[in-house]
Nanobody
Framework: VQLQASGGGLVQAGGSLRLSCAASGLPRSSYAVGWFRQAPGKGREFVGRISWSGGSTYYADSVKGRFTISRDNAVNTVYLQMNSLKSEDTAVYYC???????????????WGQGTQVTVSS
């Protein structure tokens, strides 16, 4: 199983970025994919998740209405579209997989390497 996150970068406040998570080796009928982020000096924070087969999504309150998770099963990729970015969104963003409907990092068993998102104010 391998997850690879990409698409991070530097953006001004109010701008947008789209992150990608390329997945391989996952049994798609069983696994959901989630996004987490970790800012310097802080713990890992749940951002949102999407079920692999059903397409249902769930978001943290801090990003609801600004971030959207989608997936393209044809290319085994999950996306995190981030709009109206704020300085407090600055963090390393990770994608991860789980067999649960969970927002707890410890219930995710495979993790990508992370991609840095920096929002300048």
């Amino acid at each position: 199983v391998q997850l690879q996150a990409s698409g991070g970068g530097l953006v001004q406040a109010g701008g947008s970025l789209r992150l990608s998570c390329a997945a391989s080796g996952l049994p798609r009928s069983s696994y959901a994919v989630g996004w987490f982020r970790q800012a310097p000096g802080k713990g890992r924070e749940f951002v949102g998740r999407i079920s692999w087969s059903g397409g249902s999504t769930y978001y943290a309150d801090s990003v609801k209405g600004r971030f959207t998770i989608s997936r393209d099963n044809a290319v085994n990729t999950v996306y995190l579209q981030m709009n109206s970015l704020k300085s407090e969104d600055t963090a390393v963003y990770y994608c991860a997989s789980t067999i649960y409907e969970s927002d707890s990092a410890h219930e995710y068993d495979y993790w990508g390497q992370g991609t840095q998102v920096t929002v300048s104010s």
